[in-house]
T-cell receptor, first 115, second 112 residues
Framework: GAVVSQHPSWVICKSGTSVKIECRSLDFQATTMFWYRQFPKQSLMLMATSNEGSKATYEQGVEKDKFLINHASLTLSTLTVTSAHPEDSSFYIC???????????FGSGTRLTVV | DAKTTQPTSMDCAEGRAANLPCNHSTISGNEYVYWYRQIHSQGPQYIIHGLKNNETNEMASLIITEDRKSSTLILPHATLRDTAVYYCIVRVGETSGSRLTFGEGTQLTVNP
């Protein structure tokens, strides 16, 4: 299957700063990538669908100005958490759609802690 | 996509088969059943998927009832490393890259 690399694996930042998380598809050109957020002891919640070369589609209730998504190439999508607050502390996971033969492949996740 | 219902948690003895049920009574004809699992603090991992026939791969078997309203994921010889949250997801289109949404899943704990 496809290999998805997510960086960083964990990050601690101060309130009010911005944090960028990268999601790379190492061996597959992914036109579609997905971003999820997961709070402790909860399931994954889809935040947005990212399409290469176009604007991301955000799920209801997700602030697009706070969670900036850029999918400028077929192998890289980034999620920037702007003006982070402690309530943004979460586990962020990206995923790619690799076609019928590969399906969905997930990154290893990024643990964000805002202090 | 059709809603799924899974038990919140299950226990299994190491070396025994783990049978994880999933109800999807509102599934429609073009929806597939997918199973993923998530080991603590990692991204989800694909296990298996099927439409109506039973499926088997190196990780697990998927048994889908004839009316397709429920399915069972079988881990034939569970190990401690199979302890994870298992998600049953029903969605349209094996070839479609549409959004994948997760329910609450089943926490499987494999005990020594």
């Amino acid at each position: 299957g496809a290999v998805v690399s997510q960086h960083p694996s964990w990050v601690i930042c101060k309130s009010g700063t911005s944090v960028k998380i990268e999601c790379r598809s190492l061996d597959f050109q992914a036109t579609t990538m997905f971003w999820y957020r997961q709070f402790p002891k909860q399931s994954l919640m889809l935040m947005a669908t990212s399409n290469e070369g176009s604007k991301a589609t955000y799920e209801q209730g997700v602030e697009k100005d706070k969670f900036l998504i850029n999918h400028a190439s077929l192998t890289l999508s980034t999620l920037t958490v702007t003006s982070a607050h402690p309530e943004d502390s979460s586990f962020y996971i990206c995923s790619i759609w690799g076609g019928a033969s590969i399906g969905y492949t997930f990154g290893s996740g990024t643990r964000l802690t805002v202090v | 996509d059709a809603k799924t219902t899974q038990p919140t948690s299950m226990d299994c003895a190491e070396g025994r088969a783990a049978n994880l049920p999933c109800n999807h009574s509102t599934i429609s004809g073009n929806e597939y059943v997918y199973w993923y699992r998530q080991i603590h603090s990692q991204g989800p991992q694909y296990i298996i998927h099927g439409l109506k026939n039973n499926e088997t791969n190196e990780m697990a078997s998927l048994i889908i009832t004839e009316d397709r309203k429920s399915s069972t994921l079988i881990l034939p010889h569970a190990t401690l490393r199979d302890t994870a949250v298992y998600y049953c997801i029903v969605r349209v289109g094996e070839t479609s890259g549409s959004r994948l949404t997760f329910g609450e899943g089943t926490q499987l704990t494999v005990n020594p």
